[in-house]
């Protein structure tokens, strides 16, 4: 029965990885921003300045922004999967962090005025727009603990792992207001 | 009336007819309590007891699986699980009035049954796999696949629950049918594990006693499953 389960969740996944036809994204990150200077302790830069001009082709923007988020997530689940490791790959992981703060220096920047939900397809909630400073606020704390989870990555495991955790409950406190929980996809 | 066998049947010293064993009925009450729970954790953010809860789960499915192959007669799926010819006539049978309770799952229930086990199976498959947008939340095997299956499956973990709650639906639909039309109280006997036997389907005993080491090997390769499940992750 063991073996039963086994098969089912094996058939499951099987088929799951049919339908998860979307290869990953190169990496072409949307248009420039300071990036966070990795271990430093001040606040990182926030990119309140510059909302930016509405890109020429808001589609193409948009699903390069999507292509960073999934590349994100990529590289938080690298994490996550360590983080339940008694001895974490720490190279892998410190990797990871440096990447995790570089979007997270870039990600003010991804969202210009006309890539909303009126544009295109995204779960971008209309509100990023309209609450931006707020979604600004969300974003500046997030590239503090990025920031932090550098640093802790480059300690050792338990310092990267205690700051994991408060790294994600600020990729959390965003998505809870501004992305759609929807998944069409 | 002239039927003389339902009238000796309960005169008989043994008024009560065993059908359910305690396994059966204690792997049921409690998946009622768990998936019920499991959602409720879910809806309110509570994700360590959806996990542990969801785990739970998975160990009394396994367990449930083993007890169709190891347990006592009316848990077996060979002797429940029937043929359309079977199914048909059992529901031309259902619609008359003489229709007398089955001794375990009819053939029409036992297609619920299959279906509820085989939908708990897909839902905790995908949740083992699962990973959560935030990268906060992950089954415990989601370690073993890229980030895109595991968000799929997650996915399919939200989608599946709706498969779920259709076919506990028609559960509680059915046996509110048999209640109300056909005046048969399943629910007693899922409970209490006897029922009247009065005219019943079945040997007049009820069902056979299961030697306790089958009992016991079933619960140690349910701990062991989601003990192996929770553990190999951290070892890789
Ligand atoms: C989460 C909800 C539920 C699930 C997943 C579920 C699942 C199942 C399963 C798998 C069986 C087959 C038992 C076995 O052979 O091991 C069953 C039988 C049964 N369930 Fe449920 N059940 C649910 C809710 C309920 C509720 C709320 C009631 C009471 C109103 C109920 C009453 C029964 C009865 C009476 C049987 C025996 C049916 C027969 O005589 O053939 N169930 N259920
Ligand atoms: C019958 C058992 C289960 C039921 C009814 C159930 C139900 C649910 C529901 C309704 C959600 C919410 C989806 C959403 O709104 O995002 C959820 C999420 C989740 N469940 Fe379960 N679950 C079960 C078992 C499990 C198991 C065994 C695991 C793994 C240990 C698991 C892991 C997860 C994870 C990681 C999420 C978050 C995924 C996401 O947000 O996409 N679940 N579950």
């Known amino acids: 029965m063991k073996m039963k389960l086994f098969a089912a969740t094996a058939v499951l996944a099987l088929g799951l990885a049919a339908c998860g036809g979307e290869t990953p994204a190169p990496e072409t990150p949307a248009p420039e921003a300071p990036v966070a200077e990795a271990p430093a302790p001040e606040p990182a830069p926030v990119a309140t300045a510059s909302i930016g001009e509405t890109p020429a082709d808001p589609v193409a923007f948009m699903k390069t922004r999507h292509d960073n988020y999934e590349d994100l997530g990529k590289n938080f689940k690298v994490m996550l999967d360590n983080s339940k490791l008694g001895t974490p790959d720490m190279a892998a992981v410190s990797a990871a962090a440096v990447k995790v703060n570089e979007y997270a220096g870039q990600m003010g920047t991804w969202f210009p005025p006309g890539t909303g939900p009126e544009a295109g397809k995204t779960k971008a909630k209309a509100n990023v727009w309209t609450e931006r400073a707020d979604f600004d606020a969300k974003l500046a704390d997030l590239q503090t603990e990025a920031a932090k989870l550098v640093t802790a990555t480059s300690t050792d495991a338990a310092a990267f792992k205690a700051q994991f955790g408060a790294t994600g409950g600020k990729c959390k406190a965003c998505h809870d207001v501004y992305r759609e929980e929807d998944k069409d996809k | ?236």
């Open chain 2, 1 to 236: 009336m002239t039927d003389d066998t339902v009238a000796s049947t309960s005169r008989a010293p043994t008024p009560k007819q065993k059908v359910w064993d305690a396994p059966v009925r204690l792997v049921h009450w409690m998946l009622v309590f768990l998936v019920a729970f499991s959602w409720w954790t879910a809806e309110e953010g509570e994700m360590q007891w959806h996990y542990w809860s969801g785990l739970t789960i998975v160990g009394l499915l396994v367990f449930r699986v083993y007890w169709g192959f190891a347990g006592p007669e009316t848990a077996r799926f060979s002797r429940f699980v029937k043929g359309p010819g079977a199914i048909l006539s059992y529901t031309a049978k259902l619609l008359k009035p003489d229709y007398r309770a089955t001794f375990g799952h009819n053939p029409l229930g036992a297609l619920s049954v299959i279906a509820i086990l085989l939908a708990l199976i897909a839902q905790v498959g995908f949740g083992l796999f699962a990973s959560d947008t935030d990268g906060l939340e992950s089954g415990p095997l989601s370690p073993y696949v890229s980030y895109e299956v595991s968000q799929d499956a997650g996915d399919l973990h939200e989608e599946a629950f709706n498969i779920l709650l259709i076919l506990i639906g028609l559960h509680i639909a059915a046996i509110v049918f048999y209640l109300v039309a056909k005046r048969i109280n399943l629910i007693g006997p899922m409970i209490t594990g006897s029922r009247k036997a009065e005219g019943l389907d079945g040997p007049r005993s009820g069902i056979a006693p299961v030697p306790a080491w089958r009992f016991l090997l079933g619960v140690a390769i349910a701990v062991a499953t989601v003990f192996l499940i929770v553990w190999l992750p951290t070892t890789r």
